[in-house]
């Protein structure tokens, strides 16, 4: 019988898969991230076969080693910068994410957020909460019209895409792209201007929305250099990871008024915020939730689950990374 060792616990959706296979599943207790140490612990407990692991998890060499048999690592995630993918090739480990099922629902959050930013929805509702409404007022909370203005994507990916086309056909957004790649075939299809620089899009757009993975090259992307590039007028975006942005200079950049607000569902050092950020009016802020809907967690955890089943039956995942 193969065993399953699952970090967190997880929608029953997938877990339910890998008990009706006749797999022995374990899953960790308790609903908090594991340390390194525990995690090593937990893994040395059993001979697993295969591992269900979390963005929030580290998996690195030590990890892989307190696992000698497992032939898989299934990442509950679109994104793997949690996991040493080189050392898994070295160890012959197979890791797997989850693209796709959450590009609707992660883009939906991100306008989302464009909508609350830009229409100080978030302030409006702690301002009635403390009892402060006192009536209609010309002046009360004014906020920006998003139609018609031009959003600025950075990272033209399944979501990226899915974003700029609720830009494009729900609110005639002029939409500014930047991407190592280009596609014209979507430029043709949205409308949407290329950028061969990315300091473009961000002096020319209103609001900027990032996309990006996290690499070498993306941490800090959104630098004090870049962010002074924007307008003071506009509004930044991020769905994508924490580091993408400097979050110590996005907090002097809110508050100097170098831009005029942020909308952030990541941070550079989660779950702690940068010193400062809180106490801002123009930000808002939400717990790495964009994903969060039931259909589209269940959708991943039964997308983690095939992944493991096929592994363990001798065959190549449909997610392999």
């Avoid at 060792?5 to 991230?33: M, Q």
């Avoid at 497992?70 to 994410?97: L, P």
């Avoid at 870049?226 to 930044?236: F, G, H, I, P, Q």
């Avoid at 808002?284 to 964009?290: D, F, K, R, S, V």
Wanted: aromatic share 6%; proline share 4%; net charge negative.
């Amino acid at each position: 019988m193969s065993k399953i060792y699952i970090t967190r616990n997880i929608p029953d959706a997938g877990i339910n898969k890998l008990k009706e296979k006749g797999y022995e599943v374990d899953i960790n207790p308790d609903d908090k991230v594991l340390t390194k140490e525990e995690l090593i612990s937990a893994l040395s407990a059993k001979p697993y076969d295969a591992v269900l692991c979390l963005l929030t998890d580290q998996i690195d060499k030590e990890v892989f080693e307190a696992a000698p048999q497992a032939k898989i690592f299934a990442n509950y995630a679109v994104g793997y910068n949690n996991i040493d993918v080189d050392t898994a090739k070295e160890k012959g480990i197979m890791i797997t994410n989850t693209p796709g099922v959450l590009t609707e629902t992660v883009a939906e959050y991100a306008f989302a957020l464009i909508l609350a930013i830009a229409h100080r929805i978030a302030e409006a509702d702690k301002f009635t909460r403390e009892g402060k409404y006192k009536g209609w007022a010309p002046k009360l909370l004014l906020g920006s019209n998003i139609s018609g203005k031009t959003l600025g994507i950075i990272g033209l990916g399944r979501i990226g895409s899915q974003v700029a086309h609720h830009a494009k056909n729900g609110f005639n957004m002029n939409v500014l792209y930047y991407d190592v790649k280009r596609n014209e075939d979507f430029e043709k299809e949205i409308g949407a201007t290329y950028k061969e620089n990315m300091e473009d899009v961000l002096k020319e757009s209103d609001i900027v929305s990032l996309h990006v993975p996290l690499i070498d090259s993306t941490k800090h992307l959104m630098n004090a250099d870049r962010l002074k590039m924007m307008k003071k007028s506009a509004y930044l975006v991020n769905t994508s990871r924490g580091p993408v942005v400097d979050e110590k200079f996005l907090v002097s950049a809110l508050r100097d008024g170098v831009i005029k607000g942020a909308a952030l569902d990541v941070f550079e050092e989660e779950p702690e915020l940068a010193e400062g950020l809180v106490g801002l009016d123009n930000v808002i802020l939400t717990p790495h939730i964009a994903s969060a809907t039931e259909e589209t967690r269940s959708k991943m955890s039964e997308m983690t689950a095939d992944n493991i089943i096929v592994a363990l039956e001798g065959g190549t995942p449909p997610n392999l990374v």
